[in-house]
């Protein structure tokens, strides 16, 4: 069946520090590949996503490609903020499901 | 963009009691809507899927009779815990689609915090 592996955390950064959360996937057909955010006591919103292969979503200077031949989703930001700090989750749609990662920790100390 | 509600955001309520969470997309239809829950620091688990008119879909493990899925109408669906337990505290969000496609994405409310005492 499908599923979705995260790396797991926390993972603790600098300000300004480069972040990469990694995410592999397994799937039947094409799925498209979701990361959600979750800030304490909030539910998730939509960070980026991707739809097929080799598309990049982008949003707040969060990047993520879409890489079938490695089967991977992973987070990217070139210099986080302290606002930054939450719990990331990567996502995969099909088959009328989403299958959610077990979400990363991130936390930015200034 | 879609928005959906979750209300109460926060129940606390005595052990043997049922208690009723609302989830409603409030500008557009969902003809499914999705019930998740999550354990502190865990990821979020899928307890069932809500099909408007119809009977919902439980996940393996979930427990129809506690977990009761209302799906009224296009906009609304409702989660009832009933006879609640400590064991059921747990944070509870409900997520929706607008087309019906598998691969769309979905948006999800703000959860609903439930702590049985």
Redo the contacts between chains.
């Keep these: 069946g499908n599923s979705v592996t995260q790396m797991e955390g926390p993972v603790t950064l600098s300000e300004e520090a480069f972040l990469t959360i990694n995410c592999t996937y397994t799937a039947t057909g094409?799925?498209?590949l979701?990361w959600?955010v979750q800030y304490p006591?909030?539910?998730?919103?939509?960070l980026l996503?991707a739809?097929k292969a080799d598309d990049k979503g982008s949003n707040k200077g969060f990047e993520a490609t879409y890489r079938k031949e490695t089967t991977s989703f992973h987070l990217e930001k070139g210099s986080v903020q302290v606002s930054d700090s939450a719990v990331y989750?990567c996502a995969l749609?099909?088959?009328?499901?989403?299958i959610?990662?077990?979400?990363t920790?991130l936390k930015v100390l200034a | 963009g879609a928005v959906v509600s979750q209300h109460p955001s926060w129940v606390i309520c005595k052990s043997g009691t049922s208690v009723k969470i609302e989830c409603r997309s409030l500008d557009f239809q969902a003809t499914t809507m999705f019930w998740y829950r999550q354990f502190p620091k865990q990821s979020l688990m899928l307890m069932a899927t809500s099909n408007e008119g119809s009977k919902a879909t439980y996940e393996q493990g979930v427990e129809k009779d506690k977990f009761l899925i209302n799906h009224a109408s296009l906009t609304l669906s409702t989660l009832t815990v009933t006879s609640a337990h400590p064991e059921d505290s747990s944070f509870y969000i409900c997520s929706a689609g607008t087309s019906g496609d598998p691969y769309e994405e979905q948006y999800f409310g703000p959860g609903t915090r439930l702590t049985v005492t």
């Design positions: 094409y799925p498209s979701f959600y006591g909030e539910g998730l919103q939509l996503k739809t989750f749609a099909g088959t009328y499901k989403y959610f990662g077990t979400g920790r």
